[in-house]
């Protein structure tokens, strides 16, 4: 079994950073895929950012150069880092975990999920 256990949410004003993490424990390989999606109130589970074991990385257009995912595969920790934040980045943050680097972009293609951590953006 996989557990995931995010951190690092909170509250920050527009055009603010913040970096969550994502600590993996279980049986992890270092070769899951992990990836970050967000929901916010009233709307669709959204894909945000994908990782791969070797790293390469696939992120929604919306935000593209702003927040960059990577990871430390001795750690088994995946990160999210977010800058130039805007009040729509706000929602719950999830991180989750599959075995393979395929439509990274679907919530039900992922195997595991974190309970999420709050981020809420001010303007």
């Known amino acids: 079994q996989v557990q995931l256990v995010e951190s690092g949410g909170g509250l920050v004003q527009a055009g603010g950073s913040l970096r969550l993490s994502c600590a993996a424990s279980g049986r992890t390989p270092s070769s899951f895929t992990m990836g970050w999606f967000r929901q916010a109130p009233e709307k669709e589970r959204e894909f945000v950012a994908a990782?791969?074991?070797?790293?390469?990385?696939y992120y929604a257009d919306s935000v593209k150069g702003r927040f960059t995912i990577s990871r430390d595969n001795v750690k088994i920790t995946v990160y999210l880092q977010m800058n130039s934040l805007k009040p729509e980045d706000t929602a719950v943050y999830y991180c989750?975990?599959?075995?393979?680097?395929?439509?990274?972009?679907?919530?039900?293609?992922?195997?595991?999920w974190g309970q999420g951590t709050q981020v809420t953006v001010s303007s």
């Open positions: 989750a975990a599959k075995r393979y680097w395929s439509e990274n972009y679907l919530p039900r293609e992922y195997n595991y």
């Open positions: 990782i791969s074991g070797i790293g390469n990385t």
